[in-house]
């Protein structure tokens, strides 16, 4: 397992057990079912970068792409419900 993998699982289980102590009904469960995107991303990115083909909305998709820019993209989602956090206390 990578330091990538590692990291991203350790934040998502830190963002699910924050949710939890904080007890906002089932909002753990929205926060981890967001958190799937950014950790494919991160743990994929080389093979979702390597796509060609039909993506969505029937968009033909010619070029592939470099995967450490899918793992960036995956990591500033994957930052962006602590920034809130942070900025909303």
Not at 76 to 88: C, F, H
Request: proline share 4%; net charge negative.
């Amino acid at each position: 397992m990578t330091w990538n993998r590692s990291l991203s699982l350790i934040v998502t289980i830190a963002y699910v057990l924050f949710f939890i102590i904080d007890g906002s009904k089932n909002l753990w469960l929205i926060m981890l079912a967001f958190l799937m995107l950014p950790l494919m991303c991160i743990w994929f990115g080389d093979e979702l970068g390597d796509f060609i083909g039909l993506g969505p909305h029937l968009i033909y998709i010619s070029n592939s792409s470099p995967g450490i820019s899918i793992q960036i993209i995956g990591w500033v989602l994957l930052l962006m419900p602590g920034a809130v956090l942070y900025l909303w206390r």
